[in-house]
């Protein structure tokens, strides 16, 4: 749940940041990847650490999106803060916790604290994948793995790695007709879809469990339907002397019209860093005399998918 939130008003960006998995995910065994695949490795396994993480949209030259969280983890409990700047001006903020195994969130616009439950049943079933998910096979990883190396080989020479001391850069820059055709295909179809009204999008008010206007980050962004194409693909890292990611960017450009035939070029850009390795200590809040309330956020989530 805490991941999920911290990556509010990056939702935008989600079809994108897998476009840009897919493309340098398998580019083959060249040093810059096999640098890069490690320190991926490493640092997922890390449970302790503060996460900063930036998102941006830019629309002809106009920044129509900001967001910015940081997220504090220590084993099971964890803490964050998410500020959502959108088109019209305004300022989204929520805080979330995660303390003596209760979710809590409260919006920057209430002084009601939410506190998220579920049923036993739902919460034993997430649990159980959550397991499953870090006690995986070794063995099957490992052919996935191999599998994914293989799927764009070609393209294992457009990853740099570059030195200094112990500390090491990784790079990749894809433009036009280094861009798999697949990746744009796939990439295009997502970005069409996303800018689709698929109903009413939750909206800050107490029938919303998260607090924030999710309808207005949606209504800022550009609405491609036709000629839409990944222009560039561009990612750095910068991987310390433990080979862990310390900080990486991406930057995703799209070319496109909407319905009025008005042509876009928009650009997003993620910026993630981490900080206080296995140092980190998760704020917590006291909710002795605040005002709060109960929201079961599986029930919440499944009645508003099936309306």
């Given amino acids: 749940m805490n991941k999920k939130l911290a990556m509010i008003g990056a939702g935008v960006v989600a079809g994108s940041v897998l476009l840009m998995s897919s493309v340098y995910a398998g580019v083959g065994s060249a040093p810059g990847y096999e640098a890069y695949k490690t320190a991926i490795k490493n640092t997922a396994s890390i449970d302790n650490v503060t996460h900063t993480v930036k998102v941006s949209v830019e629309d002809n030259g106009k920044t129509v999106i900001q967001a910015a969280s940081t997220v504090k983890t220590a084993g099971e409990d964890s803490s964050g803060n998410v500020e959502i700047r959108l088109p019209n001006g305004e300022t989204q903020n929520l805080q979330f916790y995660r303390q003596d195994d209760r979710q809590i969130l409260k919006s920057g ?41 293989t799927l764009v080989g070609n393209l294992k020479n457009d990853v740099t790695l570059s030195k200094e001391g112990d500390r090491k850069e990784i790079a990749l820059k894809l433009e036009g007709g280094r861009i798999p055709a697949l990746a744009n295909a ?23 469990p998260l607090g924030i206007d999710l309808s207005s980050l949606k209504d800022g962004l550009p609405k491609l339907t036709e000629e839409i194409k990944i222009e560039a693909v561009i ?61 079961d956020f599986a029930r919440e989530a499944g009645s508003k998918h099936w309306r």
Avoid: W
């Fill in 109 to 149: 616009e209430s002084n009601v604290y939410r506190i998220m439950e579920t049923d036993n049943e739902f919460h034993n079933r997430f649990k159980k994948h959550e397991d499953e998910a870090k006690f995986h096979d070794p063995g099957f990883s490992r052919e996935v793995e191999n599998v994914i190396d």
């Fill in 186 to 208: 796939i990439g295009s179809l997502l970005i069409r879809e996303s800018g689709r009204d698929h109903g009413a999008s939750p909206r800050a008010n107490a029938d919303n």
């Fill in 235 to 295: 990612l750095t890292a910068d991987v310390n002397a433990d080979d862990l990611l310390a900080e990486q960017t991406a930057e995703l450009r799209i070319s496109g019209k909407d319905a009025d035939g008005v042509k876009h070029d928009t650009v997003v850009k993620l910026e993630v860093g981490l900080s206080d390795i296995n140092a980190t200590t998760p704020d917590t809040v006291d909710l002795t005399g605040k005002q709060t309330v109960t929201v």
